[in-house]
């Protein structure tokens, strides 16, 4: 049931790098741990880099091939599911990351390969 297109990915990639980079701050982020604000700041604003210079129909300059972005996407996952464990998160600092990192994670493996009509 991979239901995840291209298109899809591409529509979901602005708003989510958006909310790395402001929900740490509505949430009040940072009790545990100062990374535990900055490193979803940081992250946003990569995710927002990615998504601009990533080849699909939303992207920009379109240099960063779309498999390549999934795999950072996956590699976010992994830091973020990690991240309240390597850097003692406490609390909502730690839920937030491993929240996050369980629907990229999610929406990674939902994804589904193109297929290329000749």
Same mark, same amino acid.
């Given at each position: 049931m991979?239901? @995840?297109t291209k298109q899809?990915? %591409?529509y979901l990639d602005y708003p989510v790098a958006i909310a790395l980079l402001t929900l740490p701050f509505l949430l #009040?982020? #940072?009790n545990s741990h100062p990374l535990a604000l900055w490193l979803s700041v940081l992250v946003g604003i990569a995710a927002f880099i990615l998504? &601009? &210079?990533t080849d699909h129909h939303l992207g920009v300059l379109r240099v960063i091939p779309y498999k %390549?972005? &999934?795999m950072v996407d996956f590699a976010v996952a992994i830091v973020f599911i990690a991240a309240p464990f %390597? &850097?003692?998160f406490q609390g909502i600092d730690a839920f937030y990351y491993w929240i996050n990192g369980g629907a990229v994670l999610t929406? @990674?493996?939902l994804h589904r390969a193109e297929t290329v009509s000749l």
């Open positions: 991979k239901f @995840v899809i990915h %591409a #009040g982020l #940072g998504t &601009l &210079l %390549a972005h &999934l %390597a &850097l003692s929406v @990674v493996s």
